[in-house]
T-cell receptor, first 114, second 113 residues
Framework: QKEVEQNSGPLSVPEGAIASLNCTYS??????FFWYRQYSGKSPELIMF????GDKEDGRFTAQLNKASQYVSLLIRDSQPSDSATYLC??????????????FGKGTKLSVKP | NAGVTQTPKFQVLKTGQSMTLQCAQD?????MYWYRQDPGMGLRLIYY???????DKGEVPNGYNVSRLNKREFSLRLESAAPSQTSVYFC????????????FGSGTRLTVV
């Protein structure tokens, strides 16, 4: 069973701080990884994806991938109350009949306190 | 600029009733997916359609059927609803084989009593 694991939280950070969200995955064959943000009662929206080892930056968001450790993280700099949401990590299955399917973690709830 | 459209947004069913959840995308995506989301369980794949004319089971297909009507539309049918199917259902689509992620619809909140 291929799995993506996340700490459910809640993760609470003060406004302006860096929020660090982490994710591990079990399938070494997975090559691409995604971070989604989901506000309460809403659908998931894609923030970033990463497929190369190292860091990828987009505005206040940085995704980090370490394939050797099977570890993905999302850093949110200068956190704002509007960043309060559940963050879902997902891994893309890349083989056989499941190719193209995303396996999601259960999400980490982030709360940014003013 | 609609993206992925799901109907209905809310539905209450009695045990044993049937219904079809509709999903349509206007992004010319090849692949479409149905997920359910339950508290503490995350998003779980029910069925997917990698391309028009094909459908396959995901992680939790029991009690559901799907139809890929054409490239745009992918419906999910509950033939005999059970309380265990109370959930939020999301339809999603992707351009290729998910390499740039999925676009999700707004969801259907289904309650089976």
């Amino acid at each position: 069973q291929k799995e993506v694991e996340q700490n459910s939280g809640p993760l609470s950070v003060p406004e302006g701080a860096i929020a660090s969200l982490n994710c591990t995955y079990s399938d070494r064959g997975s090559q691409s990884f995604f971070w989604y943000r989901q506000y309460s009662g809403k659908s998931p929206e894609l923030i970033m994806f990463i497929y190369s080892n190292g860091d990828k930056e987009d505005g206040r968001f940085t995704a980090q991938l370490n394939k050797a450790s099977q570890y993905v993280s999302l850093l949110i700099r200068d956190s704002q109350p509007s960043d309060s949401a559940t963050y879902l990590c997902a891994a893309l299955m890349n083989y056989g009949g499941s190719q193209g399917n995303l396996i999601f973690g259960k999400g980490t709830k982030l709360s940014v306190k003013p | 600029n609609a993206g992925v459209t799901q109907t209905p947004k809310f539905q209450v069913l009695k045990t044993g009733q049937s219904m079809t959840l509709q999903c349509a995308q206007d992004m010319n995506h090849n692949s479409m997916y149905w997920y359910r989301q339950d508290p503490g369980m995350g998003l779980r794949l029910i069925y997917y359609s990698a391309s028009e004319g094909t459908t396959d089971k995901g992680e939790v297909p029991n009690g559901y059927n799907v139809s890929r009507l054409n490239k745009r539309e992918f419906s999910l049918r509950l033939e005999s609803a059970a309380p265990s199917q109370t959930s939020v259902y999301f339809c999603a689509s992707s351009a290729g084989q998910g390499s740039h992620g999925y676009t999700f619809g707004s969801g259907t909140r289904l309650t089976v009593v």
